[in-house]
């Protein structure tokens, strides 16, 4: 299908489970994937429901693939005949691309106990059990602040007093936010690859992020650059897509970490939220929520200063066609994220 096709992006921007993940756009940037559409329509040729689909080959060699929707799909999440049609050409091009095993993390709650019933009599499986974030594709919990037409006045209010305060402290200690171009990447990416560093996470090539901006364009990806004295000391990316913005990715510097940019920047993608008129802000994922030694707890107390909603995804869930397939690739994912911990652990004791 035609990934300009206007009704169809159209019905994603309108649609309450519309995601940017799901956009024509987000499939221009993955096009080392083959892609994947499916729309169903009514009698009267509506558009009821769509899914985009990402397809890529496990082993070059191979013809076997993987399918996978993130945030899958976009429809009526009740409407259980939209879901079987959906499932059935979900079915007919899994035997097309000789997929072993088709993925979608829908942006629906855990406490939605109908759709997971309806998704099991259609024979998905849903991940259970899950005890690490890296066993999901995308973040299970996450932060969203309904905005439910409320002013910057209010939202601000509504914060934690200790939010409120950093976010203050920063603009009183002369921390600016600027609105940053595709140019601008050049000069921040270092600032990523400082984070990285510290935190001990891989970070995707410049190249990545300038292709995002071309794909996504100006409309809906954003760059938020906080300056001190004319240096850039933090940047966010926001994708406003919809009725909501998603806090997508963040970095800063090792120096002045104790003006608080950070808090600043969050309140200016609130902000945009609030003056597009959008519902949701999406702080994106948070892990170790339940364990304060965690050493990703200091994000979750940082997102929860603002005050948001805490919600739980019901996760990943897989409609597996060739099971012993499956469950070699599975194992071999897990001896991968062994590997990498145990590669992590020798890391720290050579420290």
Not at 24 to 41: G, M, Q, S, T
Not at 125 to 146: L, W
Not at 148 to 161: D, I, K, P, T
């Amino acid at each position: 299908m035609n990934l300009n096709n206007e009704k169809y992006e159209d019905f994603i921007l309108k649609h309450t489970k519309g995601h940017f993940l799901q956009s024509p756009e987000w499939a221009k940037l993955k096009d080392n994937w083959n892609h994947e559409v499916i729309i169903v329509k009514n009698e009267k040729q509506e558009i009821k429901g769509v899914m985009s689909i990402l397809v890529r080959k496990i082993i070059p060699q191979l013809p076997f693939t993987i399918m996978y929707a993130p945030r899958g799909p976009v429809c009526d999440i009740t409407d259980k005949e939209v879901l079987k049609q959906m499932t059935e050409e979900i079915k007919k091009i899994a035997k097309e691309r000789k997929a072993i095993v088709f993925k979608m993390d829908p942006d629906v709650e855990k406490s939605n106990t109908e759709f997971a019933n309806t998704l099991k009599e259609l024979g998905y499986k849903i991940k259970e059990n899950v005890t690490d974030y890296r066993q999901v594709i995308q973040p299970m919990y996450v932060f969203r602040i309904h905005l439910n037409g409320r002013s910057e006045e209010e939202v601000l209010a509504s914060f934690n007093q200790k939010t409120r305060y950093n976010i203050r402290l920063a603009i009183k200690k002369g921390v600016t936010v600027r609105e940053g171009k595709k140019e601008d990447l050049k000069k921040i990416y270092p600032i990523m690859q400082e984070t990285g560093l510290r935190d001990d996470y891989g970070i995707r090539p410049l190249s990545y992020f300038e292709k995002m901006y071309d794909c996504m364009t100006e409309k809906y990806m954003k760059i938020f650059i906080a300056e001190y004295e004319g240096e850039p000391i933090a940047f966010v990316i926001p994708i406003i897509y919809g009725d909501k913005v998603w806090y997508l990715y963040g970095a800063s510097s090792n120096k002045h970490r104790n003006l608080m940019p950070n808090y600043l920047l969050q309140w200016e993608m609130i902000k945009l939220a609030i003056n597009n008129k959008c519902n949701i802000y999406d702080f994106r994922g948070v892990s170790g929520f339940k364990d304060e030694n965690h050493p990703q707890y200091g994000i979750y107390k940082f997102k929860k200063g603002f005050n948001g909603d805490f919600t739980e995804f019901i996760g990943d869930v897989n409609y597996v066609f060739k099971p012993f397939l499956n469950y070699l690739m599975d194992q071999a994912y897990i001896l991968r994220l062994k590997f990498r911990h145990l590669k992590r652990k020798l890391s720290e004791k050579k420290k």
